[in-house]
C-alpha cells in the first residue's frame, strides 16, 4: 500500500476496546502508546486483533495544548499561519 501521509509509526497492538459503532485500538510505538479511534466495522474488515502489528498513520491538522489548572477551560489552539 502506498500513501502520501509522512508520519509511519510502526507498533504494535496492545488493546481493542470495541464499541457498537466505533472501537478505540491503542498501539505501542517506539515514541509511545498512539491510540486511535475507528469504525469497530474497519476493526472486523482488518481483522485486527492485540497483538499484531500495525502502523500508527498520523496526518494532523490541527493540534491543541492543554495545561493542567485551577481555570475549567485553558486549551489554547495552535492554527496555521497564512502570510
Do not use: C, W, Y
Request: net charge positive.
Amino acid at each position: 500500500m502506498s500513501t502520501s501521509i509522512r508520519n509511519h509509526l510502526p507498533g504494535t497492538i496492545e488493546q481493542i476496546v470495541a464499541g457498537k459503532v466505533v472501537s478505540e485500538i491503542v498501539i505501542n510505538t517506539a515514541a509511545g502508546p498512539v491510540a486511535s479511534i475507528i469504525t469497530t466495522g474497519s476493526v472486523k474488515r482488518m481483522n485486527l486483533k492485540e497483538g499484531d502489528a500495525v502502523f500508527a498513520i498520523i496526518k494532523a491538522t490541527e493540534v491543541s495544548v492543554e495545561k493542567e489548572s485551577s481555570s475549567p477551560s485553558t486549551t489554547a489552539r495552535i492554527r496555521r499561519r497564512t502570510k
